[in-house]
């Protein structure tokens, strides 16, 4: 199958820069979540909704509570899939999106959530949940300003990516850099490129990582920009069609180096869950 992914790629190869654009690097001109081996196919690369207009019409309703407590913006869920949360600002752009775990799925043999700042506890439609949240813009402008449509139209799905590491929305968001070029400041390392996704980057990557330190969340750079990023949480959790479950040789070819702890926790708990997140209206024609 990868094989069919890297001749489908070469096929289209013609029209890279057209996808692409001029020197900023890929446009942010879409929202599509989950990576699958065939592009074509209608459960991988799933375009998401970037307005609430177009949420209501694809079967999103808003959770009640927006902009208050430990998340910003108006959240929308779909039905009780609660692997795919979207966030709009106050004039109903898209401003971020979270991923949930029902905690009756997970136990302190799998990991240590309470530890990871990443995870948030709440109730989501009756479901109690560990959650994860990334912003699209800067966290402060999403209850307050906002973007209308021109906004969205000129700058894309966001300006930025903003990972919320504790219960503070704003002071507690860390901003990834936009450039691949600004990674060698920060504590990101880089792992492998595969095509249809992007150049991988985990956070604080080491070989002595503890496995229940492991950051959740990972970038994916493509011609230097970022172009997307995912969820990366320890444990096999089948709740929702949103998720992957990538084998253990998947995980051992994307770190760099692979933590000494990684194979054996892999074991223990029975697997990863992770999900692919694009900016991008191509996502599966990403080339490394």
Request: charged share 25%.
């Given at each position: 199958m990868k094989c069919f992914i890297v001749l489908w790629l070469t096929c289209i190869g013609s029209s890279y820069s057209f996808l692409f654009g001029g020197g900023s690097g890929p446009e942010w001109d879409s929202l599509k979540v989950t990576w699958g081996p065939n592009p074509l196919s209608r459960e991988y690369f799933v375009k998401?909704?970037?307005?609430?207009?177009?949420?209501?019409?694809?079967?999103?309703?808003?959770?009640?509570?927006?902009?208050?407590?430990?998340?910003?913006?108006?959240?929308?869920?779909?039905?009780?899939?609660?692997?795919?949360?979207?966030?709009?600002?106050?004039?109903?752009?898209?401003?971020?999106?979270?991923m949930a775990i029902p905690t009756s799925m997970i136990t302190e043999k799998t990991f240590k959530f309470l530890s990871q700042r990443m995870f948030n506890r709440d109730n989501i439609v009756g479901i109690d949940v560990y959650i994860l949240t990334a912003y699209f813009v800067d966290p402060s402008t999403i209850c307050t300003s906002g973007r209308d449509a021109t906004g969205l139209k000129n700058e894309g799905t966001g300006t930025g990516l903003w990972l919320q590491n504790g219960t503070n929305p704003i002071s507690d968001s860390v901003q990834a850099p936009l450039y691949e070029s600004g990674v060698s400041a920060t504590k990101w390392t880089k792992g492998a490129c595969f095509p249809s996704m992007g150049v991988h980057y985990w956070y604080d990557n080491r070989l002595e990582k503890d496995c229940d330190d492991f950051f959740p969340s990972f970038l994916m750079y493509n011609k230097g920009k970022l172009t997307g990023f995912g969820w990366a949480a320890v444990g096999k959790y089948e709740y929702t069609k949103r998720t992957e479950f990538p084998p253990y040789s998947a995980i051992k070819s994307f770190l760099n180096p692979v933590p000494t702890c990684m194979e054996q926790r892999y074991k223990d708990v029975g697997g990863f869950t992770t999900m692919h997140i694009y900016f991008n209206t191509a996502a599966w024609n990403l080339l490394c």
């Open positions: 998401q909704p970037r307005t609430t207009a177009e949420a209501k019409k694809n079967g999103f309703e808003p959770i009640a509570g927006q902009c208050e407590g430990k998340f910003l913006g108006q959240r929308y869920i779909k039905g009780k899939d609660v692997g795919v949360i979207l966030i709009f600002d106050k004039q109903g752009t898209i401003a971020g999106v979270q």
